[in-house]
């Protein structure tokens, strides 16, 4: 138990349909991060979020729009996902993203998209 | 972000020292040297960074060379359950860029 929750673990959405994964840190922090990582390939940061600020936007379509309304929630909302966006979706969190600092991810949610 | 050089996969056996390199020949000065694991199907778990000196907690120690191109993780003694892919990572700005990393495997 790293102190960051996601849910739902596991999630199917056909390509039409619109499902958001929320991601709670009890750690203090105040930044958290999204994560993407398909089959095989290396975890790829996708948004990262600074005492609510978006901070970067690591080039990812707009078909994911993400959402920070306080320091402790962050949700990723999906539309029109495509098959290839099928991927364990993972969220962390640290304090100010700055040397040195640690990041604690929570477990992932396991989304498949047909 | 320097990048790093990882072997791919390692064994190791039960109750011996895990000894995991990583070259980062492009490091520059202020940059720390992070390590993360992740076990299968899990989130990554933080191990333990440095700078310029060795540094040890209760799950790991990392040995930097005094050039600092190059770094050791050792887990002392190792577990079933330390199998997973080990990730080293050399960063300065906020973004943590995982590679490939090496695969442990620890055998009975």
């Known amino acids: 138990e790293t102190g960051v929750t996601q849910t739902p673990r596991h999630l199917v959405m056909g390509m039409t349909n619109k499902k958001s994964l929320k991601c709670e840190q009890h750690l203090g922090h105040n930044a958290m991060y999204w994560y993407k990582q398909s089959a095989k390939k290396p975890l790829e940061l996708m948004f990262v979020?600074?005492?609510?600020?978006?901070?970067e936007n690591n080039s990812v379509p707009s078909r994911f729009s993400p959402e920070c309304p306080n320091s402790s929630h962050l949700f990723l909302h999906l539309h029109t996902l495509q098959p290839e966006d099928s991927a364990l979706y993972l969220c962390?969190?640290?304090?100010?993203?700055?040397?040195?600092?640690?990041?604690?991810f929570g477990p992932g949610t396991r989304l498949t998209v047909t | 972000d320097a990048k790093t050089t990882q072997p791919p996969s390692m064994d190791c056996a039960e109750g011996r020292a895990a000894n995991l390199p990583c070259n980062h020949s492009t490091i520059s000065g202020n940059e720390y040297v992070y390590w993360y694991r992740q076990i299968h199907s899990q989130g990554p778990q933080y191990i333990i960074h440095g700078l310029k000196n060795n540094e040890t907690n209760e799950m790991a120690s990392l040995i930097i060379t005094e050039d600092r191109k190059s770094s050791t993780l050792i887990l002392p003694h190792a577990t079933l359950r330390d199998t997973a892919v080990y990730y080293c990572?050399?960063?300065?700005?906020?973004?943590?860029?995982f590679g490939k990393g090496t695969k442990l495997t620890v055998n009975p």
């Open positions: 962390a969190s640290s304090h100010a993203p700055r040397d040195p600092y640690e990041q604690y």
């Open positions: 990572i050399v960063r300065l700005s906020e973004k943590l860029v």
């Open positions: 979020y600074n005492f609510k600020e978006q901070t």
